[in-house]
């Protein structure tokens, strides 16, 4: 069975930088395509965000717009894990972050909803405040 643990999150200024991790077990990474997802305060679980996916394969990648720019997904398929660099951090960016593995996955995953995945991580807290 394949879980999913998210790292890196944490309080940091604005401006700040965080780097996130998804670290896969129960399965190869190579198979998956894995998509980073945010839920903002006083959001339902339904309406999170797609932000940032990377196919299984690692030729697609998709950022939305709030994050391109700032944000870079890379994948380590030996480390099974897929991070998620996030520069210049804005008050806006306060979240919990959640990702999300689709088998065979594309970049598209991230115009997904949630219902669509059977396997999430338990999600990392992100906060930006001065």
């Known amino acids: 069975q394949v879980q999913l643990v998210e790292s890196g999150g944490g309080l940091v200024q604005p401006g700040g930088s965080l780097r996130l991790s998804c670290a896969v077990s129960?399965?190869?990474?190579?198979?998956?395509?894995i998509g980073w997802f945010r839920q903002a305060p006083g959001k339902e679980r339904e309406e999170r965000e797609g932000?940032?996916?990377?196919?299984?394969?690692?030729?697609?990648?998709y950022y939305a717009d709030s994050v391109k720019g700032r944000f870079t997904i890379s994948r380590d398929n030996a480390k099974n894990t897929v991070y998620l660099q996030i520069n210049d951090l804005k008050p806006e960016d306060t979240a919990v972050y959640y990702c999300?593995?689709?088998?065979?996955?594309?970049?598209?995953?991230?115009?997904?909803?949630?219902?669509?995945?059977?396997?999430w991580g338990q999600g990392t807290q992100v906060t930006v405040s001065s």
């Open positions: 932000i940032s996916c990377i196919s299984s394969n690692d030729r697609g990648t």
């Open positions: 129960g399965d190869s990474l190579d198979y998956y395509g």
């Open positions: 999300a593995a689709d088998r065979f996955g594309t970049q598209e995953m991230c115009f997904m909803p949630t219902s669509y995945f059977q396997i």
